[in-house]
């Protein structure tokens, strides 16, 4: 049992209280009974997630659609574990459901994980959705500064020099000048 799983495992003990339906679950290897899971009628959501984990971990692309709307939850360890079985899913539809939740002004304050998945995939979605995302978030009243440098990391691991532009415009921001300055130097050291 990877670190990842053990995290969501001990979560959704605690929530479930360790019932007989999580035990099952939990030690369940089937792929056609997890993916069963993900669409049987008033099944808990503690349930979905967890099958959803495993096959998305497991390269099954019937986990796609849960793990999408469990990236964008309102519950940040949910949206974490959404994110690291995304990353290993291998599903060519992830980077553009990633840019879409990111970029989604609506749902910034939940957009903080689908940016990291962003950095994480190197897609060619990747970094025009991370400069989208950031550039409302240089004004001086957003209240999403984690986000914001969120961006700023990612595209600096990414080192486009799509975005010198926007990075420094970030450098006047006294909260995300620092790892502005460190993205900008990153996309510099790639020109050489």
Not at 66 to 91: F, K, M
Not at 107 to 132: C, D, F, G, M, Q
Request: with cysteine.
């Amino acid at each position: 049992m990877d670190e990842e799983f053990r995290s969501l495992a001990d979560r959704v003990r605690a929530e479930t209280g360790g019932s007989a339906a999580y035990e099952r679950l939990i030690a369940c290897a089937d792929r056609d009974e997890l993916a069963a899971v993900l669409t049987e009628p008033e099944r808990p959501l503690w349930a979905r997630e967890v099958a959803a984990f495993r096959l998305g971990v497991a390269g099954d692309r019937r986990a796609f659609e849960t793990l999408i709307l469990l990236l964008n939850h309102r519950d940040p360890e949910r949206c974490v574990s959404a994110a690291y079985a995304l990353a290993r899913l291998g599903d060519p539809r992830t980077a553009r459901a990633a840019a879409a939740l990111a970029t989604n002004e609506l749902r910034t304050a939940y957009a903080l994980h689908p940016v990291r998945l962003l950095t994480a995939l190197r897609a060619p979605e990747s970094v025009p959705a991370l400069i989208k995302t950031l550039r409302p978030l240089l004004s001086p009243y957003s209240p999403y500064w984690r986000v914001a440098q969120a961006c700023i990391e990612g595209l600096g691991e990414l080192g486009d020099k799509q975005a010198v532009d926007v990075l420094t415009e970030a450098l006047a921001h006294p909260r995300l000048a620092r790892p502005a300055a460190w993205a900008l130097r990153r996309i510099e050291a790639g020109r050489r």
